[in-house]
């Protein structure tokens, strides 16, 4: 199984979107994919799960209280896709965290009881440099990081980088940067254009895919998926489709 971890500490640059398409996106490719809910935001799990309050089980539940994994996961609406969700008490996992051993290895220490169910593990992270990302970065095999189209984004992503380079260097995290990838661009805009330019010209690991600011994506949470079943937004699912295909590239996996 391949862990692809979406991470990226600023708030609201398209990380749960990311995680959802693109989890969704190797499903239809064939792939038999988890995604894996990090953020007690829980919004990658209200995309799916009919009536949140029905979930039983969540990652805390496997990670605190020893819950068997396979007892949380739930089958979604697309063939290949199950979920691990996360709940609004996924909250005190961080906390928690600090008080156990080996705190790192505890999201691995999980997937690893069904690594052999699933080709991709997609996780969406929380908007935070936190213990709970640490372990979600330490249980990756491959990193992602979305970034919007904005100086400020932009300007953040540096020490983001940093961060996660710091613990590799230190051995935690193992999993390399697989790429950013651009979201909620507006190429009628100035900003968007330069901001675009100037990380095409970097010496970063730019996906080619640039996903575009459309109005239609902007409450997505519990919505329509984009890749494959909107067709309300075709530009932007075949963004995301494209996006899921460099992906696939990038990691030399075949499709199932
Ligand atoms: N391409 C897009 N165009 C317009 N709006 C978008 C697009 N992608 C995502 N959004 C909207 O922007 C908001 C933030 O997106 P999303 O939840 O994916 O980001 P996030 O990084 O996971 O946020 P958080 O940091 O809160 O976890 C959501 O309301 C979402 O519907």
Not at 62 to 83: C, F, H, M
Not at 132 to 158: Q, R, Y
Request: overall charge negative; aromatic content about 6%.
């Amino acid at each position: 199984m391949r862990t692809i971890g979406i991470a990226n500490h600023k708030g609201g640059v398209g990380k749960t979107t990311t995680a959802v398409n693109l989890a969704a996106g190797l499903a239809r490719a064939g792939f038999r994919t988890l995604l894996v809910d990090v953020d007690a935001q829980a919004h990658a799990t209200f995309w799916f799960a009919e009536d949140p309050a029905d979930i039983d089980f969540d990652l805390q539940d496997v990670i605190s209280n020893g819950v068997p994994i396979e007892k949380a996961i739930l089958n979604t609406r697309i063939q290949g896709l199950d979920l691990l969700p996360a709940t609004l008490a996924l909250a005190p996992l961080e906390t928690e965290l600090v008080s156990m051993t080996r705190r790192e290895d505890r999201i691995a220490r999980a997937l690893a009881d069904v690594e052999t169910s699933y080709d991709f593990a997609v996780l969406d992270l929380p908007p935070s440099l936190s213990l709970v990302t640490l372990a979600a970065l330490a249980a990756a095999t491959d990193v992602i990081a979305p970034v919007s189209a904005t100086k400020l984004a932009v300007g953040g992503l540096g020490a983001f980088l940093s961060w996660t380079d710091d613990f590799r260097g230190e051995g935690v995290i193992t999993a390399p940067l697989l790429g950013i990838l651009v979201t909620m661009v507006d190429s009628r805009t100035r900003v968007s254009r330069e901001v675009l330019d100037a990380l095409r010209d970097s010496d970063l690991p730019l996906f080619e895919a640039a996903i575009p600011r459309r109005v239609a994506a902007e409450d997505q949470v519990g919505g329509r998926l984009v890749v494959g079943d909107d067709e309300a937004n075709p530009d932007l699912a075949a963004a995301y489709q494209a996006f899921v295909n460099e992906v696939i590239a990038r990691m030399g996996v075949t499709r199932g």
